[in-house]
T-cell receptor
């Protein structure tokens, strides 16, 4: 079975600083990878996805992520964080056995200092 | 384009009771998946519905059941509620059975006392 690890439970950055959230996955073949964001009390919003091709993918809200097969990683980055980016971020990998489902990491909570 | 909607927003039930949660999929989407998100954790897959039939289930007991209707909307039913069932229940829709890209609703917060 596939798994996703997000090693950082909390990350605090200052507004305007750069951000990198880590994600590692375990999967034998080329994975389908996703980053979602969840604001307090809200559902999940898709930030970006990687299926194949260019390993650097651009998403909404100025986020990008880089797929590194050799490191089994799919880290999320943003060059300049805004206070509104404070939220919980989830990395997920697509798995197909009897159904097409997402396997999520445990999330990283981003706090933004003014 | 209408996104995924869920009802109710919040629900409080007593242990042993039964609950039904509802989901309307995004316009044009025919596949619905349900996830349970316990506090402080990532969502966990419960099951998926396609063409009104269950298409795969995660590690959840049979007291978690579902339905999908001809208009692709869906219900999640939980019988004999336990305290550990307290969670945010998320519905996600996708455009086809083989599509990993899923769009989530706002969730239903279930509290079992």
């Amino acid at each position: 079975a596939q798994s996703v690890t997000q090693p950082d439970i909390h990350i605090t950055v200052s507004e305007g600083a750069s951000l990198e959230l880590r994600c590692n996955y375990s999967y034998g073949a080329t994975p389908y990878l996703f980053w979602y964001v969840q604001s307090p009390g809200q559902g999940l919003q898709l930030l970006l996805k990687y299926f194949s091709g260019d390993t650097l993918v651009q998403g909404i809200k100025g986020f990008e992520a880089e797929f590194k097969r050799s490191q089994s990683s799919f880290n999320l980055r943003k060059p300049s964080v805004h206070w509104s980016d404070a939220a919980e971020y989830f990395c997920a990998v697509g798995e197909m056995d009897s159904s097409y489902k997402l396997i999520f990491g445990s999330g990283t909570r981003l706090l933004v200092r003014p | 384009e209408t996104g995924v909607t869920q009802s109710p927003t919040h629900l409080i039930k007593t242990r042993g009771q039964q609950v039904t949660l509802r989901c309307s999929s995004q316009s044009g989407h025919n596949t619905v998946s349900w996830y349970q998100q316990a506090l402080g954790q990532g969502p966990q897959f419960i099951f998926q519905y396609y063409r009104e039939e269950e298409n795969g289930r995660g590690n959840f007991p049979p007291r978690f059941s579902g339905l999908q209707f001809p208009n692709y909307s869906s219900e999640l039913n939980v019988n004999a509620l336990e305290l550990d069932d307290s969670a945010l229940y998320l519905c996600a829709s996708s455009s086809s059975l083989g599509a990993y890209e899923q769009y989530f609703g706002p969730g239903t917060r279930l509290t079992v006392t």
